[in-house]
């Protein structure tokens, strides 16, 4: 396995939705989440504002199935290659990118984040 590059314990993922190619979200990943997406086959992030490791889509039940991971040349970023299912934004929208510079919003909404998170902190 490649040494990855951890700034200050964290590392980029860039989330690419594996059959549209479209770029889902960027997150930060410890060594720890890491190593869990790789042995459970689901993405894993680290939380910068709550200081811990999530799951994606354990609250929302919009989960990433993973089935690649590549680094970059620099070995200080990685991407993974998922299978979405539903949104990967928590605002709702199939991608985190779902607004230009300008604000005009291209993505599509495809659930109501106040019925999937109204009972969750």
């Known amino acids: 396995m490649l040494q990855l590059n951890y700034s200050d314990g964290l590392i980029p993922v860039i989330v690419q939705d594996a059959r549209t190619r ?67 934004c928590h605002t709702g929208y199939w991608s985190c990118f779902y607004r230009t510079i300008d604000g005009e919003i291209r993505g599509e909404k495809v659930f109501d984040p106040g019925r999937v998170y109204a009972n969750k902190e």
């Not at 070995?75 to 299912?85: C, F, G, S």
């Open 22 to 88: 479209d770029v889902l979200m960027l997150a930060y990943a410890n060594e720890e989440a890491i190593s869990l997406t790789r042995k459970t086959g689901y993405a894993h992030y680290f939380s910068r504002s709550r200081k811990k490791i999530w799951k994606k889509g354990e609250e929302s039940g919009h989960f990433q199935r993973v089935s690649g991971i590549l680094v970059d040349c620099d070995e200080d970023a990685v991407l993974y290659l998922v299978e979405q299912t539903g949104a990967a």
